[in-house]
């Protein structure tokens, strides 16, 4: 069946710029994660959502990120003025609740 | 959460079985062990996860100790497709399992 899907999957921006990055959860999934990853690291939590409430956002960087989950199924984050340091992939990750996580093919953001 | 100790890294011969080892201490008595796996330029995916049972899958097997304080991921036949950084992680079984990776263990499979 069709696992997490992200969009695009490379994103080059300019300092200052905004960007929005788009996940398509699995069919059904009630919890949704969005992760940082930095080169050579591993993942790092961003925030949670449970169906449309945003229950998590203590992994956000800074409040030029957002994430919103309007309707409980595609979630979108937003970053807004970009620095070099946002450069990462963000990973976004999806789960019934409990049980196993799964993971889309996550975003490569480059801030030039 | 529970934290984790892994190697670093490890070689493994293909074909040979490849056993990672994962420390947790300080587990508790509602916390599950769950490994994950990441390929290069690939999102994490999920392998196996257990409670205090031995556990196999068509992926891998998962042997964790009577105390619950380590436990060993075993991949029975290693390929080249294994090599990939392996993730021990401790979590609650809650809706809220934001997951902690930590560094994991660099697994490399040697033709």
């Known amino acids: 069946g069709a696992g997490v899907s992200q969009s695009p999957r490379y994103k080059v921006a300019k300092r200052g710029q905004d960007v929005a990055l788009r996940c398509d959860p699995i069919s059904g999934h009630v919890s949704l994660f969005w992760y940082q990853q930095a080169l050579g690291q591993g993942p790092e939590f961003l925030t949670y959502f449970q169906n449309e409430a945003q229950l998590d956002k203590s992994g956000l960087p800074s409040d030029r990120f957002f994430a919103e989950r309007p309707e409980g199924s595609v979630s979108t984050l937003k970053i807004q003025r970009t620095q070099q340091e946002d450069s990462a992939v963000y990973l976004c990750?999806?789960?019934?609740?409990?049980?196993?996580?799964?993971f889309g093919p996550g975003t490569r953001l480059l801030v030039l | 959460d529970a934290k984790t100790t892994q190697p670093t890294s490890m070689d493994c011969a293909e074909g040979r079985a490849a056993n990672l080892p994962c420390n947790h201490s300080t587990i508790s008595g509602n916390e599950y062990v769950y490994w994950y796996r990441q390929i290069h330029s690939q999102g994490p995916q999920y392998i196996i996860h257990?409670?205090?049972n031995n556990e196999t899958n068509e992926m891998a097997s998962l042997i964790i100790t009577e105390d619950r304080k380590s436990s060993t991921l075993i991949l029975p036949h290693a390929t080249l497709r294994d090599t990939a950084v392996y993730y021990c992680i401790v979590t609650s079984e809650t809706g809220a399992n934001n997951l902690f990776f930590g560094t994991g263990t660099r697994l490399t499979v040697i033709p």
């Open positions: 990750a999806s789960s019934l609740g409990q049980g196993p996580t799964y």
């Open positions: 257990g409670l205090k």
